[in-house]
């Protein structure tokens, strides 16, 4: 959707090489990313698992820019953010990254509305009206905009928050864990949505789950242990 012009459209959104991730030093560091290598494809809803302390919260934060890396690169939409200094980070953050948080994070004194423009209003950027009016309807909150967090039920909160998400069309987003809190119903919504963004609207999504159900409404299952991605499915022709 929002492709840079220099680049065709299949590169990859995301390029990581010989990603490594170093915790503490000496007889208690961590090597929480080993040399890891792996594109992030456009327009697909990418899963990863793995067992707990396998790196996977780690990838994620650092494919987003949240975290630094000790080697190799990151180039997310042709920026290698793994060369980029704070301000270019923070601003790249803001405008080429979507985050869902497991507990969704809405500001309670702000309405839905407000909520979703919010990252556009930290960019400093105007509200495309359309695009917002496409993301409401499309998430089923049109009529919900005038509300406040309090005021809207637990689904009605995740769609705000998927929303939020995508309301810069980022060159990715991003959700560790986004079902992690929820039952079975309400996981189930979350999983529709995050897949009706990749569908319908061509975002590209990266989800951290430990939940095969949840694994396997992606398109790409990448499984991590130890650091490294142990492996690599594709699921596409399994929906
Ligand atoms: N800030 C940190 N300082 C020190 N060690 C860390 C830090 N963050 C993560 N680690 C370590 O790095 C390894 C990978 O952690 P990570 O959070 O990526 O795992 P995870 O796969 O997301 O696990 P979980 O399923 O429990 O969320 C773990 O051994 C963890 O203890
Ligand atoms: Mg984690």
Do not use: C
């Not at 698992?49 to 996977?56: I, V």
């Not at 987003?64 to 301000?87: F, H, K, P, S």
């Not at 061509?202 to 939940?211: A, D, F, I, K």
């Not at 409404?217 to 022709?237: C, N, P, Q």
């Amino acid at each position: 959707m929002t492709a840079s012009p220099a680049l065709p459209a299949e590169s990859p959104a995301i390029i990581a090489r010989g990603v490594s991730r170093l915790y503490g030093t000496g007889a208690g560091a961590v090597t929480a990313l080993d040399a890891v290598d792996v594109d992030i494809r456009r327009g697909e809803f990418t899963a990863i698992m793995g067992p707990s302390g396998s790196g996977k919260s780690t990838l994620l934060h650092v494919l987003a820019g949240l975290d630094e890396v000790d080697r190799g690169t990151i180039q997310l939409d042709g920026t290698e953010i793994t060369a980029l200094g704070d301000d270019a980070l923070t601003r790249l953050r803001r405008e080429r990254i979507g985050f869902v948080f497991q507990s969704f994070n809405l500001l309670p004194m702000l309405t839905a509305e407000q909520n979703i423009l919010l990252p556009l209003e930290l960019a400093g950027k105007r509200p495309d009206r359309a695009w917002l009016e496409t993301l409401t309807s499309a998430f089923g909150i049109s009529d919900r905009l005038t509300h406040l967090p309090s005021q809207l039920s637990g689904g009605q909160v995740q769609r705000v928050a998927i929303a939020r998400a995508l309301v810069t069309s980022p060159a990715v987003v991003f959700a560790d864990e986004p079902t992690g809190n929820l039952d079975s119903r309400t996981t189930e919504e979350v999983l529709d949505f995050l897949r009706l963004s990749v569908d319908e609207l061509g975002q590209s999504v990266v989800m951290v789950t430990h939940e095969r159900d949840a694994a396997e409404r992606a398109d790409r299952v990448l499984t991590l242990a130890d650091g490294r991605i142990s492996s690599d499915e594709d699921l596409r022709g399994q929906r």
